[in-house]
């Protein structure tokens, strides 16, 4: 059974920093592709960053420079760590995998304000 754990939300101000992880179970990251969504209130989900192997990561426009999306497959572990965080980035980030059907974590909720 596949199972993602996303943790590492919380509050902070702007131009704050945090990073998210997403512990995965059941699937072995090092095959999947994997890629960080988030879910703002009254938007639509989009995609922040992902990973595949050894290929480049891509990143939304709105997060270049930002954030970075990395790795520990020795942890079966990802990670996002966002910087210079604005109002903008509240939402609830979502992990996902695909390795021949899509999988999904809860989310964990990151609130940006003053």
């Known amino acids: 059974q596949v199972r993602l754990v996303e943790s590492g939300g919380g509050l902070v101000q702007p131009g704050g920093s945090l990073r998210l992880s997403c512990a995965a179970s059941?699937?072995?990251?090092?095959?999947?592709?994997m890629t960080w969504y988030r879910q703002a209130p009254g938007k639509q989900r989009e995609m922040v960053a992902n990973?595949?192997?050894?290929?480049?990561?891509t990143y939304a426009d709105s997060v270049k420079g930002r954030f970075t999306i990395s790795r520990d497959d020795s942890e079966n572990t990802i990670y996002l760590q966002m910087r210079s965080l604005k109002f903008e980035d509240t939402g609830t980030y979502l992990c996902s995998a695909v390795y021949g059907a899509e999988y999904w974590g809860q989310g964990t909720q990151v609130t940006v304000s003053s």
């Open positions: 059941g699937i072995d990251i090092s095959r999947a592709y």
């Open positions: 990973t595949y192997a050894h290929s480049a990561s």
